[in-house]
């Protein structure tokens, strides 16, 4: 699993054009404990999915406040699932390793 940082000007290139890919977008954000602890969990996913056509996009939902708008992001974190540009789902928070592996999973 590729892991990019993303911008409102690179979101196109990052997750829209990309086919033949699920992305993830992780939209997370500086004081936000359940976002650190995601990405305490993050290595393991990373090796769990190893492989697997999917990749992983961050976006500071704070930092990049046009993008997190766009998607009406309320809570942080959030995992909007998107393959062939076109956006499937979301998980809006991390209910651990295994619920998050299964989710993932089911949309490959």
Request: net charge neutral; glycine share 10%; hydrophobic share 45%.
């Amino acid at each position: 699993m590729e892991v990019h940082q993303g911008t409102d000007a690179t979101f196109d290139a990052l997750v829209r054009n990309v086919r033949g890919e699920l992305v993830v977008v992780y939209f997370r954000g500086p004081g936000c404990p359940n976002c650190d602890f995601f990405a305490t969990r993050l290595p393991g996913l990373i090796d769990a999915l190893s492989g697997e056509a999917v990749r992983l996009v961050k976006f500071d939902a704070y930092a990049e406040p046009q993008v997190a708008t766009r998607f009406a992001v309320a809570g942080i974190p959030r995992f909007d699932l998107w393959k062939n540009g076109k956006r499937l789902g979301q998980m809006s928070e991390f209910r651990g390793d295994d619920f998050w592996l299964a989710v993932v999973r089911e949309h490959l």
